[in-house]
């Protein structure tokens, strides 16, 4: 017998008649939709008919007052239409009664429901007309069924959303509810009282009816129209019973669901997604600064002002948020979500994959670091999973967890560009303060209406940032097509006043920073420039040389006797207007005069023009300000070779016993770095100074204080690197301080501890690390300390000094330009300003300015040294020394550079001298202060007639001898508040010393007389040309690539001695 093959048909569901019921009723979303809009039809239906039979009636045909309640005018084409229907409902009501008998199993408790008691009453007596004619004209309250049209709705929209997977809020569903449910009391009214009274003397139409219904529910009763008869007046007394029992209800349900909604922020409109743009902003907990440095600089930009921002968060919006979210200026641009970036229900809500862009920010106070990456992982893939399209900007941690977010458009990892600028910092000063400046949107107004030359100098400069437009279509460059890069960006920069940095070849996505003279400029090029504003905001006024004199007032700020024209660049509103000479561009470039006393025989008698195109002789790298051939006699053989230890095939780490850095006799100061403990970014922190282009005669020993020992992985990753050491300690720990070489260091990093990131209260998580600094700051007032903290907002306590006048000035420029509405207030900041002080937060703007300026990140690696591109330069620094005043302005310095080593100068680090706070004070006021102390002291006394006849006498006889007496006065203030300070510093000294001596260290290596405490330091971004040169200048400037090698590939020795990673035990 064979084998033979038997067809089984498997059911999802049990194959009875109540699972079809259920079926066909509840599960299938469709067929149950279908029905419950039938029915909701056939409700309204019957509902219409009821106003058409009323206006049809006649009910004069009726002979006694009381059959008009109970008996009806019902013409036969009107009960005909009525009874279709009926029968439609009374089967389907047959099988709801069948379904919920066989699914819900208790027949009693769906009898006694209000809505089958209501389908009863309208459906049984029209089958019985059918069937016994003369009931025809029996009244029936059809007009009951507006409540199971209302039950037919709530049930339909349910199903609704089930079946197209789109959900409402539960605010519209309860507010439809609501209307809904008084639409269906004023028609219930309305029809009741209009059909009573057809029993009174006289009737009410439906108008009428409603009119009264209307006045009566909205408390204001007119009396104009009453109910004549008790019976109406009965169901007016019902019907506001029900009212003031039922709309409570109502009411109390929406205002609960109002209240969530306030909490939730409800949903974004999908009308709005489609028709406006906007921006997604997912974050785990929203604090006030990071929203508004988020909305300041997001909106700072013209192509953003018509965007919406919605901003995802799991967390309920605390009450500042509440506040800021409530001015008009963001209540109209910014929705609050509170929902979750992993929920696809809540991405629905923010309309993700309508979005224009997501921004993705890690939560930098969480006490694991670590934890919150994986937090921010998981989000941006919720997001890539949810909307592929969406483009996405993702701020990182950690640079280990960087590759699982390398699908994101812009990518921002925190503790890789903290580490470089703290690093650069210690080789270009205030890097990290330059970094800012250029990632923050400003119109450089600020400190304009400050009396300080400085302030109004460093303000006007800090509007400077970057900018990209397309060669062919610029103004600025199109007329060096074909000619060298850095023939452009000199001539560029002394016509226009603007710095060329890069360019971008179509062909090409590398940006390249100062590729040089061989790089010849194309009409497809995009440049890359430092401007106060764009190309496109600003307006050329040509003028001709005869009228070059007159344009010079407009530059009040940087004045100057230099013979180069005077390039006014002048800022209003978003727009600039530039003054330039009618010369073409060879013109421009004739050789500028020799100064007048040339003392240093080997400088070239003039600077030399830039070329437009590159020969032979101009690409021989060599020395900025003097001859090549100076800096190739100097050289060693040992220097040649220097940096080889990246090519290192054998490393080894010994351990020297040497308790301090003294002994190990470092020729070059120490750069000393405290953090908590040794990671990838620590690492990142040694690339930079340790880079491949950096001279070994040049490179500062690299200390590692840190509370905690590395372990064994770490030090196998940084042995590689010369002159690099370690030692456990703390900077709160004098003695751990001069063993690891402090008076021997000339820059000391701390780093935020992620410890301490975290505290009850927000701004105190940096109070520990304040704290150490200040304490650092006055045993080593020459130490130049650099900081990071976690709020910049605390960097006014950096350096504090209680009873500093000229700090309190800064505080009040500082609340003034708070006023006014600048993005950066603290920039008067002295520590910030000299670049001694950083917060990570700055950089967020970093991420916000890729949604305008896609090429910000790309730019910022490259001068900071993250990233290396074949035919890019780097960021470097320059000391200008007297021997180098002769170049007199920053004009000549740019020409000086382009013509002898094809290198752009971006700005100026810049340190004067300040005179002390209580002279400044002194001088500023001059005798009017010391007056009016004096007079409050004695006001009582000058009352009286004959003292104040003495004090005249006094005052002029003082005012004799004011000239005489004004040096010998000014030299005893500088005497008494010397000797103030001495005997202050002298309680430190000794601390310091005592302490050196009982660790067994030479005092003799301790200043303590070196303060550089009355000092002001600053940066200018791309300075005017006329700008003059001051001694101790530090000049920011991009080296060209092929300098980098000194015009040689670089050397590989095949014998190479390991270099030694050493502890201070």
């Known amino acids: 017998m064979g084998w033979k093959w038997v067809y089984v048909e498997f059911y999802v569901d049990e194959n009875t008649f109540k699972e079809r019921l259920k079926l066909f009723f509840i599960k299938n979303q469709r067929s149950s939709l279908r029905i419950r809009i039938f029915n909701f039809c056939l409700k309204l239906l019957t509902c219409v008919l009821y106003i058409i039979r009323v206006m049809t009636d006649n009910p004069a045909q009726l002979r006694h007052t009381w059959e008009l309640i109970f008996w009806v005018d019902r013409k036969v084409p009107v009960w005909a239409i009525q009874v279709s229907p009926k029968k439609s409902k009374y089967y389907s009501l047959q099988s709801g009664f069948i379904l919920h008998v066989f699914f819900q199993g208790n027949i009693w408790e769906q009898i006694f429901q209000v809505s089958f008691l209501l389908e009863m009453l309208n459906t049984v007596p029209f089958i019985i007309t059918i069937f016994w004619p003369p009931l025809r004209n029996l009244f029936i309250p059809v007009f009951l069924n507006c409540w199971l049209a209302k039950c037919a709705l709530e049930s339909m929209i349910n199903d609704l959303h089930r079946a197209i997977q789109r959900t409402h809020s539960a605010m519209f569903n309860q507010v439809l509810i609501l209307i809904c449910t008084l639409l269906c009391l004023v028609f219930t009214g309305t029809c009741g009282i209009q059909h009573l009274e057809r029993a009174g003397k006289k009737s009410l139409s439906l108008f009428n009816a409603l009119y009264f219904c209307i006045v009566t529910f909205s408390t204001v009763g007119f009396g104009d129209v009453t109910p004549q008869i008790w019976p109406s007046q009965l169901l007016v007394v019902v019907m506001i019973c029900v009212a003031l029992v039922v709309l409570p209800l109502q009411f109390e349900e929406l205002i609960y669901l109002w209240m969530e909604r306030q909490k939730s922020g409800g949903n974004y409109s999908r009308h709005r997604a489609q028709t406006e743009r906007h921006v997604v902003l997912c974050v785990s907990t929203l604090k006030i600064d990071l929203l508004m440095d988020f909305l300041n600089e997001f909106y700072a930009h013209p192509h953003t002002q018509d965007h919406y921002v919605v901003i995802l968060c799991p967390c309920e919006v605390d009450v500042q948020v509440r506040r800021i979210l409530q001015i008009p200026l963001w209540s109209q641009r910014v929705i609050y979500l509170q929902g979750s970036a992993l929920k696809n229900q809540d991405l629905l809500r923010a309309k993700m994959d309508d979005a224009e862009a997501c921004f993705i920010l890690s939560s930098r106070n969480e006490a694991d670091r670590m934890a919150a990456d994986h937090q921010t992982i998981l989000r941006a893939w919720a997001v890539k999973d949810f909307a592929p399209n969406c483009p996405l900007y993702v701020q990182i941690l950690k640079p280990e967890n960087k590759f699982h977010v390398k699908f994101a458009d812009h990518v921002v990892c925190e503790e890789e560009f903290k580490y470089a600028m703290l690093a650069l910092n210690c080789l270009c000063p205030a890097t990290s303060t330059l970094i800012t400046l250029l990632v923050h949107t400003s119109r450089g107004q600020e400190g304009q209406q400050s009396p300080e030359q400085w ?564 940066v200018l971004i791309n300075p005017a040309p006329d700008t003059l040169l001051q001694l101790n200048d530090v000049v920011h400037y991009l080296v060209m690539y092929h300098a980098i090698f000194s015009g040689r590939p670089p050397k590989k020795s095949p014998k190479c001695r390991p270099f030694q990673v050493l502890l201070f035990l």
């Not at 100098?457 to 103004?475: A, F, K, P, Q, T």
């Not at 995009?526 to 009228?547: G, H, M, P, V, W």
């Not at 509103?573 to 530039?578: D, I, S």
């Not at 074949?870 to 000549?892: F, K, N, Q």
Request: glycine share 6%.
């Open 455 to 1018: 302030q109004r100098m460093y303000g006007r400069c800090s509007g400077n940032e970057v900018y990209h437009i397309r060669l062919g279509d610029s103004m600025f460059f199109r007329e060096y097509n074909s000619k060298s890069f850095t023939y452009a960006a000199f001539h560029a920069h002394k016509k226009y006043g603007v710095c060329l940095i890069g360019v971008k070849r179509e062909d090409d996505k590398s940006i390249l920073l100062n590729p040089g003279p061989r790089h010849i400029m194309s009409a497809s090029d995009t440049c890359y420039y430092i401007n106060i504003t764009k190309e496109e905001n600003s307006a050329f006024i040509l003028r001709q040389e005869e009228d070059q004199g007159k344009g010079r007032g407009h530059c009040d700020i940087l004045n100057s006797p230099s013979g180069l024209p005077v390039h006014s660049i002048i800022a209003s509103m978003g727009t600039v207007a530039m003054d330039f000479q009618n010369t073409s561009p060879t013109e421009s470039g004739v050789k500028l005069a020799p100064p007048p006393e040339n003392e240093q025989g080997s400088r070239r008698p003039s600077i030399a023009p830039v070329l437009e195109l590159a020969d032979s002789a101009s690409l021989l790298p060599c020395d900025l300000l003097c001859d090549q051939s100076e800096d190739e006699a100097g050289q060693s053989d040992e220097d040649v070779t220097a940096n080889e230890c990246i090519a290192l095939d054998h490393i080894s780490i010994s351990y020297l016993s040497h308790i301090y850095a003294k002994a190990y006799g470092f020729k070059n100061k120490l750069i000393i770095v405290s953090a908590e403990t040794a990671g990838n970014g620590l690492y990142n922190f040694i690339v930079p100074l340790r880079a491949y282009y950096r001279p070994r005669r040049e490179l500062n020993p690299i200390v590692l204080l840190l509370d905690n020992l590395p372990d064994d992985h770490f030090l196998e990753a940084i042995s590689c690197f010369p002159m690099v050491y370690y030692m456990g300690g703390t900077i709160d720990n004098l003695d751990s301080l001069l063993q690891c070489g402090v008076l021997y260091a000339d820059n000391l990093v701390v780093v935020d501890k992620e410890s301490t990131m975290s505290a009850e209260e927000d701004y105190m998580a940096d109070a520990k690390t304040i704290v150490n600094v200040q304490t650092m700051f006055r045993l080593f007032p020459s130490l130049s300390i650099i900081t990071e903290l976690t709020h910049p907002s605390n960097m006014r306590f950096m350096q504090f000094r209680a009873k500093d006048c000229y700090s309190l000035a800064l505080s009040k420029l500082e609340k003034k330009e708070r006023d006014k509405g600048s993005n950066l207030a603290f920039m008067f900041r002295l520590p910030f300003a000299a670049g001694r002080v950083f917060s990570i937060s700055m950089l967020d703007t970093l991420l916000y300015q890729c949604f305008v300026k896609d090429y910000m990140i790309p730019i910022v690696r490259l001068l900071l040294g993250l990233d290396t591109t074949p035919g890019s330069g780097y960021l470097c620094a320059m000391h200008v020394c007297e021997a180098d005043l002769w170049i007199h302005t920053y004009g000549r310095l740019f020409q000086k550079f382009c013509s002898s080593s094809s290198e752009i100068p971006i700005g100026v680090y810049r340190t004067e001298s300040h005179a002390s706070p209580e002279v400044s004070i002194y001088l500023e006021k001059g005798e009017e202060s010391k007056v009016l102390t004096r007079s409050s002291s004695s006001s009582d006394q000058l009352e009286h007639p004959l003292l104040r006849k003495k004090s005249m006498h006094w005052t002029r006889r003082l005012s004799r001898r004011s000239v005489k007496r004004c040096d010998s006065s000014l030299s005893s203030i500088h005497q008494r508040l010397g000797v103030l300070r001495r005997s202050e510093r002298e309680e430190l000294t000794e601390l310091v010393r005592n302490r050196m001596q009982h660790l067994g260290l030479h005092t003799a290596g301790y200043n303590e007389l070196n303060d550089q405490q009355n000092s002001i330091s600053y």
